[in-house]
T-cell receptor, first 116, second 117 residues
Framework: AQKVTQAQTEISVVEKEDVTLDCVYETRDTTYYLFWYKQPPSGELVFLIRRNSFDEQNEISGRYSWNFQKSTSSFNFTITASQVVDSAVYFCALSESTDSWGKLQFGAGTQVVVTP | GAVVSQHPSWVICKSGTSVKIECRSLDFQATTMFWYRQFPKQSLMLMATSNEGSKATYEQGVEKDKFLINHASLTLSTLTVTSAHPEDSSFYIC?????????????FGPGTRLLVL
């Protein structure tokens, strides 16, 4: 069963618009990690954030912000004032305590296209 | 700088040949490495977990005799695609779990694109 759901296949925005990527996860573990990665056309994964299940504080890093809500099992990601360089595929991933911490279960990814 | 490297970055081979992909952790020791596969326009799927000095643990549906994994040292894991066929064409990505202080951090390699003709 899919443990990480990214329902949005592709989002197209015009530069400077905000874009929010949804991520819903499923786990029975009380201890787990959630991640967001960016994959530009080159293919190399770029780490964006890791959040553990006990830390529900929202986080902001520059134009990026994350909203973690355990009540709805969601970990959404917002890019504020998008730029063309933000065009990439973004993956949400889950790592559960019952597995090795390095075993990531990825969502299907959301393609973000930012046009000038 | 990069923490995990992969070699080669891309490879084209004929059907039936074997291809070896190396994953190295640079300047750090990694007791555990992981191998993922990504088909075009799809997500990353974990293939196997590689532990130094022991046999790899394969995910369900991954043929261990076809995808040979060797983790002979704390800085090197290799994935050999044996008797490769066109359906094995994919983007193979490794990652290393590295202990830094008291925290484990995962680093991904840049990936290897395999095209089997």
């Amino acid at each position: 069963a899919q443990k990480v759901t990214q329902a949005q296949t592709e989002i197209s925005v015009v530069e400077k618009e905000d874009v929010t990527l949804d991520c819903v996860y499923e786990t029975r573990d009380t201890t787990y990690y959630l991640f967001w990665y960016k994959q530009p056309p080159s293919g190399e994964l770029v780490f964006l954030i890791r959040r553990n299940s006990f830390d529900e504080q929202n986080e902001i890093s520059g134009r990026y912000s994350w909203n973690f809500q355990k009540s709805t099992s969601s970990f959404n990601f917002t890019i504020t004032a998008s730029q063309v360089v933000d065009s990439a595929v973004y993956f949400c991933a889950l790592s559960e305590s019952t597995d090795s911490w390095g075993k990531l279960q990825f969502g299907a990814g959301t393609q973000v296209v930012v046009t000038p | 700088g990069a923490v995990v490297s992969q070699h080669p970055s891309w490879v084209i081979c004929k059907s039936g040949t074997s291809v070896k992909i190396e994953c190295r952790s640079l300047d750090f020791q990694a007791t555990t490495m992981f191998w993922y596969r990504q088909f075009p326009k799809q997500s990353l799927m974990l293939m196997a977990t590689s532990n130094e000095g022991s046999k790899a643990t394969y995910e369900q549906g991954v043929e261990k005799d076809k995808f040979l994994i060797n983790h002979a040292s704390l800085t090197l894991s290799t994935l050999t695609v044996t008797s490769a066929h066109p359906e094995d064409s994919s983007f193979y990505i490794c990652s290393a779990l590295i202990l830094q202080g008291t925290q484990e951090t995962q680093y991904f390699g840049p990936g290897t694109r395999l095209l089997v003709l």
